[in-house]
């Protein structure tokens, strides 16, 4: 039994309505504090309070002028945020409607938090303002093209955001789109390099001037992201993760994964479970954040 909320991207009044908006005061009336994984993406502008927010695993913290994003199949909870105030915004990734925006929701290798610096806040105040206008207008006065755009300027309002989200260039590009197709069969960075036509140094130069990592620690991590997901919310044992991962057998899983936490995937998955504290039902989900 899976102890994540799985949720769809249902929007309510409008069937083809790519974005959505809600308050804070909506999200805690949604949200039951649990763990949850979205097919869609969640960005939040804080505007005032203290909270937190643990996406993957980090904790981050929420405060005034702030900024959160979740990318599509992030776990992600909710915690501390009854004095949050704000909005939270809700799109398909195929939303943002110029190629920079785009871009960074079609590789959403996001910093998940970050703050709003003070000659940025009544640029970003303004544009989130309009979409909202937009987005709550009456189906029959609504111009289904209009919130899409004004996502677009507010997530370029927002600013570059920092780590990999920044401007990267091409050859990274390819080979992130190549890693999330494929890191549970290809694990070294031999294959991507033969895959994508690039020399070898040509694509460890790419990942490190981008990311500060070697394309094989880029790899590594994003195999362990996905471990710790399956064993923390699939609950699954090492060797259903070592099949869904592409390794030979559970011995051979193990040993990967405790050389890159430190940790055997048994102790992880029982430390994670004492650390959540609490679990989700299983949920197909019945609404953007039901």
């Given at each position: 039994?899976?102890?994540?909320?799985?949720?769809?991207?249902?929007?309510?009044?409008?069937?083809?309505?790519?974005?959505?908006?809600?308050?804070?005061?909506?999200?805690?009336?949604?949200?039951?504090?649990?763990?949850?994984?979205?097919?869609?993406?969640?960005?939040?502008?804080?505007?005032?309070?203290?909270?937190?927010v643990t996406v993957d695993f980090l904790r981050h913290p929420l405060r005034a002028r702030s900024a959160v994003w979740?990318?599509?199949?992030?776990?992600?909870?909710?915690?501390?945020?009854?004095?949050?105030?704000?909005?939270?915004?809700?799109?398909?990734?195929?939303?943002?409607?110029?190629?920079?925006?785009?871009?960074l929701a079609a590789f959403p290798d996001l910093t998940a938090q970050w703050n709003i610096g003070d000659a940025d806040?009544?640029?970003?105040?303004?544009?989130?303002?309009?979409?909202?206008?937009?987005?709550?207008?009456?189906?029959?006065?609504?111009?289904?093209?209009?919130?899409?755009?004004?996502?677009?300027?507010?997530?370029?309002?927002?600013?570059?955001?920092?780590?990999?989200?920044?401007?990267?260039n091409p050859v990274f590009r390819l080979f992130r789109s190549s890693v999330e197709a494929h890191f549970r069969e290809?694990?070294?960075?031999?294959?991507?390099?033969?895959?994508?036509?690039?020399?070898?140094?040509?694509?460890?130069?790419?990942?490190?001037?981008?990311?500060?990592?070697?394309?094989?620690?880029?790899?590594?991590?994003?195999?362990?992201?996905?471990?710790?997901?399956?064993?923390?919310?699939?609950?699954?044992?090492?060797?259903?993760?070592?099949?869904?991962?592409?390794?030979?057998?559970?011995?051979?899983?193990?040993?990967?994964?405790?050389?890159?936490?430190?940790?055997?995937?048994?102790?992880?998955?029982?430390?994670?479970?004492?650390?959540?504290?609490?679990?989700?039902?299983?949920?197909?989900?019945?609404?953007?954040?039901?």
């Open positions: 039994m899976s102890v994540i909320r799985q949720m769809t991207y249902q929007p309510v009044g409008r069937a083809a309505a790519a974005v959505e908006a809600m308050s804070f005061d909506r999200l805690r009336e949604l949200n039951d504090g649990g763990t949850q994984r979205a097919d869609f993406h969640v960005l939040a502008v804080v505007d005032a309070g203290r909270g937190c979740v990318a599509p199949g992030a776990v992600h909870r909710w915690d501390d945020i009854a004095n949050v105030t704000g909005h939270i915004v809700l799109f398909v990734p195929t939303a943002p409607v110029t190629p920079a925006t785009r871009e806040w009544p640029f970003v105040d303004a544009a989130l303002t309009h979409l909202l206008l937009e987005a709550s207008a009456p189906p029959a006065a609504a111009m289904m093209e209009l919130p899409e755009i004004l996502l677009s300027a507010l997530i370029a309002r927002l600013g570059p955001l920092p780590g990999e989200a920044g401007p990267t290809h694990h070294d960075a031999g294959y991507y390099a033969r895959a994508l036509g690039y020399a070898p140094r040509t694509l460890s130069r790419a990942v490190q001037r981008v990311t500060g990592r070697t394309a094989k620690a880029y790899i590594v991590d994003r195999i362990v992201l996905e471990a710790k997901r399956l064993l923390a919310h699939e609950r699954l044992t090492a060797a259903d993760c070592a099949r869904t991962l592409g390794f030979p057998d559970a011995s051979n899983f193990s040993v990967f994964f405790q050389k890159a936490t430190g940790m055997r995937p048994g102790a992880w998955q029982t430390a994670a479970t004492v650390e959540r504290g609490r679990t989700s039902p299983h949920d197909d989900g019945h609404g953007p954040m039901s």
